[in-house]
């Protein structure tokens, strides 16, 4: 364990570099000079060269990248073009919205795949309604169904409110009253794609030969299936929950564009469209690191649920 451990995190810091360089060469490729996003497309080019001389831009474009890694590692991530607000500012009070609804959709999303289609009736009686609602879950874009939402949970039957973000400071009731259908957006597609993945692997489970042992010992079949099928028809779904948990950040852009929430999905679109690169640059390398540390992290649980890697001694 320590051993694969020690082995990720060397491999942190090369990728780490790596994929921020290539980060910070793409945003100045593709969006263009930064002094020319700040001035206008109608700015003189006494102008621009000034700009370009007061931040560096003129300088080759590896030297500004250690620059700002150097800066970035000192704390200091620069300051937004369009609100000279210091990106740290900027960024910090929007990470818990987004934060909060990505783990909560999540959570539900596995929790629901696996449990319920672990019900010996999700496998024969009401195994085409689950099927049904697991395609629809991928199929239906997020924006659909969260405009569809609003529409009859708001506008019709006026039982929650339709945008906004309240913190937990003004109340819990209220907090979770808006948090119900963001979370159920976001969830929706999880929730697909885990259940599609867990219902294959756990019905290939049950044909193997240590669940006919079970059965044979006169095991109930509840402590079958939760106890020795689910444990290892979990292992895909395992692997999923890491890749989402790595897009916590900058995964629900949309969903946080629907219902008006100030997440850091919105300040992405809002500084792309804006072409503010410092918080552009800080957002990529804050989704870079969560990606990172979170794969790390599913390697780990990936060999606590699977005694099968320990036993083959790859750790």
Sequence with gaps: MIALI????????????????????????????PATMMLGEDASKQGIEEINREYGFDRPVLVQYLTWVGNALRGNLGRSFTTQQRVEDAVLPRLPASLEIGFLAIVIAALGATLLNTLRVAQRALAPVFVGLSVAGITVPNFMLGISLIFVFSVKLGWLPSTGWVPWSDGALIHIVHLIMPVATLSAFYFGSYSLVYRAEYRDVLRRPYISVARAKGLPEWKVAFRHALPNAILPVVTLIGVSMGRLIGGAVVTETVFSIPGVGRLLVTSILTHDFPVMLALGMLIIAGVMLINLVTDVVYVFVNPQIRLEGSV
């Design 6 to 33: 020690v082995r990720r995190s060397l491999l942190v810091l090369p990728n780490m570099v790596l994929i921020t360089l290539i980060l910070y060469v793409s945003v100045f490729w593709l969006l263009g000079t």
